[in-house]
């Protein structure tokens, strides 16, 4: 018979309890997080991008040990969401068999609160996840969930109980996209903005949070990207900004600056690459009254200045710098992101605001020894196609294999202040979820080291 080293079988026992508590949706928890330091400014987190929709907290006195502890992990089926998190109540969203699942925890514990399921029959068309891609929103005492097949749900946040939902395919007529539905909508001014790209129109909607009914539909053409809208004070007025464009023959999408009291259009702004398969995902960065616009794709970036009646100019465009789906986070009038479609030509790019110039680029590499067959061996590791989120005067870095660092991004170039490596997985594309000194981070395929399935962790980052 063949012989099976300790390790292994403690890795194989592991990937077996996992395997059974997910089955159950059981929280496995490991210990309390530390106080809160009575200085530490905290935040909620209600939506994807956080509560200034941008990828920036304003969170403070934040541990830079890293890895930090593990306070607590709940197995997780299939997606790429992210939770959000208002007072004490998680909300996040996944796959198990055929039922999407919407979970609610104590963020500080995992303890379960309540779960709200219900059937699909979604598959990615091209293998890579059949889970769902829009992360959950709360807002006023509500939760708002996109399922990858287009289902809306508005449901209560202290009970799960349903209180209205829409079928964008029934209603519509929206085919699947590339991969499912997976913009995350925005909640503004007692409206859940959603870019529903139906064939025809409308390209986005809004529905009354109190009802789902439609308030107003914006738009005739352009398909539903990955990108979330933005809402933005431009000039002093308030704004909706939606990067669309899905799933069409020729491919096109682009930016629509809408007003959201009334769903008038101020004027749209077409870009996306040339490619069939191509995709807008990474959601538009709006700072001083300009709007910055990425795609991979051989697209490149964008910079839109909207003036002060509300049309636009092109303050420049670059084909230097082309970002997949990460959000790239503005500071002092530079850009920070991870540029490159793939792996292998992914790297980290600081951008002049002014001009769209690269002042520098980086590739992050290190090595990590890993035991293969009872032998250590040594592996260059990089962040690939990280995604950064600006915190403490400092950035955190998630790398698509599962590196967590912390990060001092300056023009004049780039500084590892710490790393440390959460789990061995790749997909780790989700953006991490800062609120209170914890911080959650999804892993989306098994970790090749230890054998542990998909989770969602929760971290402690109180210093």
Not at 71 to 96: C, N, Q
Not at 285 to 308: C, H
Not at 314 to 320: E, I, N, S
Not at 344 to 368: F, N
Request: charged letters at 20%; a negative charge; one cysteine or more.
């Amino acid at each position: 018979m063949p012989t099976i080293s300790r390790r292994a079988l403690l890795q194989a026992l592991a990937a077996q309890a996992l395997a059974a508590r997910a089955a159950t949706g059981q929280t496995v928890r490991h210990g309390a997080p530390g106080p809160l330091s009575a200085a530490a400014e905290t935040h909620d987190w209600t939506d994807f991008l956080g509560p200034s929709h941008n990828g920036v907290s304003t969170e403070t006195h934040l541990s830079r040990v890293l890895p930090p502890p593990l306070v607590w992990e709940l197995p997780k089926g299939t997606g790429y969401t992210s939770p959000a998190i208002a007072g004490d109540r998680l909300v996040f969203m996944h796959r198990l068999g055929d039922e999407e699942i919407v979970e609610c925890l104590h963020p500080e514990t995992g303890a379960a609160r309540w779960q709200f399921r219900y059937g699909t029959v979604y598959e990615d068309r091209y293998g890579y996840n059949n889970g769902p891609r829009s992360s959950p929103v709360i807002a006023a005492g509500r939760v708002y969930t996109v399922s990858a097949e287009g289902l809306i749900h508005c449901l209560a946040l202290d009970t799960g109980d349903v209180i209205w939902q829409r079928d964008l395919r029934a209603v519509y007529s929206v085919r699947q996209d590339f991969f499912g539905t997976s913009s995350t909508p925005l909640v503004e001014g007692g409206l859940l903005v959603v870019n529903v790209g139906a064939p025809g129109g409308p390209c986005v909607a809004a529905f009354d949070t109190a009802t789902g009914s439609e308030a107003w539909r914006a738009g005739t053409e352009w398909g539903p990207s990955y990108a979330s809208p933005v809402p933005a004070d431009i000039h002093g007025r308030r704004r909706v900004l939606v990067f669309a464009g899905g799933d069409s023959q020729p491919p096109t999408g682009g930016l629509l600056s809408i007003d959201p009291a009334n769903g008038a259009i101020d004027f749209r702004y077409p870009f996306r690459g040339r490619v069939y398969e191509s995709a807008n995902a990474a959601s538009p960065v709006v700072f001083d009254n300009k709007v910055f616009l990425t795609s991979s794709y051989r697209t490149g970036s964008a910079l839109v200045e909207i003036l002060p009646d509300f049309t636009h100019r092109v303050a420049w465009q670059t084909a230097d710098v082309g970002i997949h789906f990460n959000t790239a986070i503005h500071r002092d009038g530079y850009l920070y992101a991870f540029d490159g479609r793939n792996p292998g030509d992914a790297s980290l790019v600081c951008i002049d605001a002014a001009t769209g110039a690269v002042v520098w680029r980086v590739e992050p590499e290190w090595q990590e020894t890993l035991e293969r067959n009872g032998r250590a061996q040594a592996q260059l590791m990089s962040t690939y196609r990280g995604s950064l989120l600006a915190a403490d005067g400092q950035y955190l870095c998630l790398g698509e294999l599962g590196h967590l660092l912390w990060l001092d991004l300056t023009p004049e170039g780039y500084t590892e202040i710490a790393r440390g490596w959460l789990f061995a997985s790749r997909e780790s594309w989700g953006l991490p979820v800062l609120s209170r000194g914890l911080l959650y981070v999804t892993q989306n395929t098994r970790d090749l080291l230890t054998g542990a399935g998909p989770r969602l962790c929760c971290y402690d980052l109180r210093a």
